[in-house]
């Protein structure tokens, strides 16, 4: 690491990803044209050996483990982790992902003229197979967008000013892990901060390998949805009515792939287990699924 005070802060949220995490700490000592920075990784409790895991990498890395351990939650991790940060410049990975050897440079030159950024993410690296079952792009090229175009980075490839962090008031604590990106972009938005696409900063997003892990985060990204439609209720969004929705229901389980290969049997469960997260939370709301 450089001498000289830090310039930015990496904040890593992070839960029981010791056997992970040096795989991107790794990413990170080896930075390419990289100004000095400090690396927070905020512990949610973990259980197994992860402050012996990471502090194996502190002579290579200006790297602090803090307690983020308050409540579960990874919006409670960035927001620790955030308040520790000794800079006002922030860029958050997950610990689970490995950053490209320029993502510290192309996200902090981003923030010379922009305060909140994000990059692409690519999932065949890390994912193999379970690339294939996910929603996400295996190489997505620009900023993801919801409801009304809005734009969002993604939670574990996203840059910004504390200014935004502070207007904003921090991730919502709230959400199930699932959506909680979106709602901040949201009302980052709303206070007069957009994101800004930077395409070298690229991440390897990691999909859960297994097919049951694959299935539980699209199951909390329907949750998250819900969520953030009984938070906001954009709208541009017309909830279906009951039979609108048995309608919609009912297409997507005859859209079964009997004659489909391994994967797009697979890929059709993902998209069940959304539907499901996406309803159970609703009515646990009280509110219309979107």
Same mark, same amino acid.
Request: overall charge negative.
């Given at each position: 690491?450089?001498?000289?005070?830090?310039?930015?802060?990496?904040?890593?949220?992070?839960?029981?990803?010791?056997?992970?995490?040096?795989?991107?700490?790794?990413?990170?000592?080896?930075? =390419?044209?990289?100004? /000095?920075?400090?690396? =927070?990784?905020?512990?949610?409790?973990?259980?197994?050996?992860?402050?012996?895991?990471?502090?194996?990498?502190?002579?290579?890395?200006?790297?602090?483990?803090?307690?983020?351990?308050?409540?579960?939650?990874?919006?409670?991790?960035?927001?620790?982790?955030?308040?520790?940060?000794?800079?006002?410049?922030?860029?958050?990975?997950?610990?689970?992902?490995?950053?490209?050897?320029?993502?510290?440079?192309?996200?902090? +030159?981003?923030?010379?003229?922009?305060?909140?950024?994000?990059?692409? =993410?690519?999932?065949?690296?890390?994912?193999?197979?379970?690339?294939?079952?996910?929603?996400?792009?295996?190489?997505?090229?620009?900023?993801?967008?919801?409801?009304?175009?809005?734009?969002?980075?993604?939670?574990?490839?996203?840059?910004?000013?504390?200014?935004?962090?502070?207007?904003?008031?921090?991730?919502?604590?709230?959400?199930?892990?699932?959506?909680?990106?979106?709602?901040?972009?949201?009302?980052?938005?709303?206070?007069?901060?957009?994101?800004?696409?930077?395409?070298?900063?690229?991440?390897?997003?990691?999909?859960?390998?297994?097919?049951?892990?694959?299935?539980?985060?699209?199951?909390?990204?329907?949750?998250?949805?819900?969520?953030?439609?009984?938070?906001?209720?954009?709208?541009?969004?017309?909830? +279906?009515?009951? /039979?609108?929705?048995?309608?919609?229901?009912?297409?997507?389980? +005859?859209?079964?792939?009997?004659?489909?290969?391994?994967?797009?049997?697979?890929?059709?469960?993902?998209?069940?287990?959304?539907?499901?997260? +996406?309803? =159970?939370?609703?009515?646990?709301?009280?509110?219309?699924?979107?």
């Amino acid at each position: 690491m450089p001498p000289g005070d830090v310039v930015c802060s990496v904040v890593i949220p992070t839960y029981n990803a010791a056997h992970l995490i040096g795989q991107q700490l790794e990413a990170l000592a080896t930075q =390419v044209d990289a100004p /000095p920075f400090e690396v =927070v990784v905020a512990d949610n409790n973990s259980t197994d050996d992860l402050a012996a895991a990471a502090g194996a990498w502190a002579d290579r890395l200006d790297l602090r483990v803090v307690d983020a351990s308050r409540a579960q939650g990874v919006s409670v991790a960035r927001n620790v982790g955030i308040e520790h940060a000794r800079t006002d410049r922030i860029l958050i990975c997950d610990a689970d992902d490995v950053v490209c050897p320029g993502w510290v440079a192309a996200l902090v +030159k981003a923030l010379d003229t922009h305060t909140m950024a994000g990059g692409p =993410v690519e999932t065949a690296r890390l994912s193999g197979a379970s690339a294939n079952w996910s929603p996400i792009d295996t190489q997505t090229t620009h900023l993801l967008t919801t409801w009304g175009n809005r734009p969002y980075t993604f939670g574990g490839n996203t840059a910004l000013r504390r200014e935004v962090f502070d207007a904003v008031g921090g991730y919502d604590e709230n959400y199930p892990a699932g959506a909680e990106e979106i709602d901040f972009a949201w009302r980052a938005i709303d206070h007069g901060y957009t994101p800004v696409y930077v395409p070298d900063a690229l991440v390897h997003y990691r999909i859960r390998t297994d097919l049951r892990g694959v299935l539980r985060q699209q199951y909390d990204s329907g949750r998250g949805t819900a969520t953030l439609y009984a938070k906001f209720r954009p709208a541009e969004v017309v909830p +279906k009515s009951v /039979p609108r929705r048995l309608h919609h229901e009912l297409l997507l389980l +005859k859209g079964f792939p009997w004659r489909g290969t391994g994967d797009q049997r697979r890929s059709w469960l993902t998209v069940m287990a959304f539907e499901a997260g +996406k309803l =159970v939370e609703a009515r646990r709301l009280g509110s219309p699924a979107p």
